[in-house]
């Protein structure tokens, strides 16, 4: 069945360092790909998506961009504040009917940046 | 506007004991979606609905597990007979409909068995 994986955590950075958290899936036919967030003491956030390979999603500074040739969907930030300390789940969204729906997600990876 | 709401937000129930969990969804979304986040399985789906139908029940672990819809809006999940390993955080989340619509959390509801 389809699945994600993506790095364990937790990663642990200064603030303005690079972040990459790395995430790889499986899926049969073209699912969608996203990154939610979950700061804490709140609820799951989306934080960018792409629709089709070779999409780029951005926002708030983040990036990845849809490989269907490596079957990844690396999150990225360039410099990372210490409000970015949280957890972040890669997703695909499965398609019932011709149409998106129920979301699989990794295991989640946890940021946590220090001043 | 409002986003999504559950209730309760904590809800501590002995083991065997049948417990509701409500999920109100952002007025105008038609699909609605049950997940389980619990620290030995991670992001799990449960059930999803389009309206008041149920076209994907895959994710339901058990058939302690049932879930429910009425006028398109308010769900209900219940878990009968709970067990310890039911402890979890239950989210719902809600879409304008299928397809590549965001979903929308809430805040989930903290069940523990005891």
């Known amino acids: 069945g389809n699945s994600v994986t993506q790095m364990e955590g937790p990663v642990t950075l200064s603030e303005e360092a690079f972040l990459t958290i790395n995430c790889t899936y499986t899926?049969?036919?073209?699912?969608?790909l996203f990154w939610y967030v979950q700061y804490p003491g709140e609820g799951l956030q989306l934080l960018l998506k792409a629709t089709k390979a070779d999409d780029k999603g951005s926002n708030k500074g983040f990036e990845a961009t849809y490989r269907k040739e490596t079957t990844s969907f690396h999150l990225e930030k360039g410099s990372v504040q210490v409000s970015d300390s949280a957890v972040y789940f890669c997703?695909?969204?499965?398609?019932?009917?011709?149409?998106?729906?129920?979301?699989?997600f990794g295991t989640g990876t946890l940021l946590a940046v220090q001043p | 506007g409002a986003g999504v709401s559950q209730s309760p937000s904590n809800k501590v129930t002995e083991k065997g004991k049948d417990v509701e969990l409500r999920c109100d969804p952002i007025?105008?979304?038609?699909?609605l979606y049950w997940y389980r986040q619990s620290l030995g399985q991670g992001l799990e789906f449960l059930i999803y609905?389009?309206?008041?139908?149920?076209?994907?029940k895959s994710g339901l672990p058990s058939d302690r597990f049932s879930a429910e819809r009425t006028g398109g809006s308010v769900s209900t999940l219940t878990i009968q007979r709970t067990q310890q390993e039911d402890s979890a955080v239950y989210l719902c989340?809600?879409?304008?409909?299928?397809?590549?619509?965001?979903?929308?959390f809430g805040p989930g509801t903290r069940l523990t068995v005891t």
């Open positions: 007025s105008g979304h038609t699909a």
């Open positions: 609905f389009q309206g008041n139908s149920a076209p994907d």
């Open positions: 997703a695909l969204s499965e398609r019932y009917g011709g149409a998106t729906n129920k979301l699989i």
């Open positions: 899926a049969t036919g073209y699912p969608s």
């Open positions: 989340a809600s879409s304008l409909g299928l397809g590549d619509y965001e979903q929308y």
